[in-house]
């Protein structure tokens, strides 16, 4: 299992946060839910996750892409 650093747990963590259909989602709950759909790609070195109908990755360094 890939280690994620702290810059790819909390861009993580403000994927999470992002407003879907008008409001917030807040609860700690929830959050560790997502956290583990989120999965680390060796090939690519990101971890990935699927959000509104499309694939991020979310680079070591925090940078969150599409």
Same mark, same amino acid.
């Given at each position: 299992?890939?280690?994620?650093?702290?810059?790819?747990?909390? %861009?993580?963590?403000?994927?999470?946060?992002?407003?879907? !259909?008008?409001?917030?989602?807040?609860?700690?709950?929830?959050?560790?839910?997502?956290?583990?759909? %989120? %999965?680390?790609? !060796?090939?690519?070195?990101?971890?990935?996750?699927?959000?509104?109908?499309?694939?991020? !990755?979310?680079? %070591?360094?925090?940078?969150?892409?599409?």
């Amino acid at each position: 299992m890939a280690v994620w650093t702290r810059k790819q747990r909390e %861009a993580l963590y403000r994927v999470y946060c992002r407003p879907v !259909g008008g409001t917030t989602r807040t609860d700690l709950r929830g959050y560790r839910s997502f956290r583990r759909m %989120a %999965a680390h790609d !060796g090939l690519m070195g990101c971890v990935m996750i699927r959000w509104e109908g499309m694939w991020l !990755g979310i680079e %070591a360094d925090g940078h969150t892409h599409s």
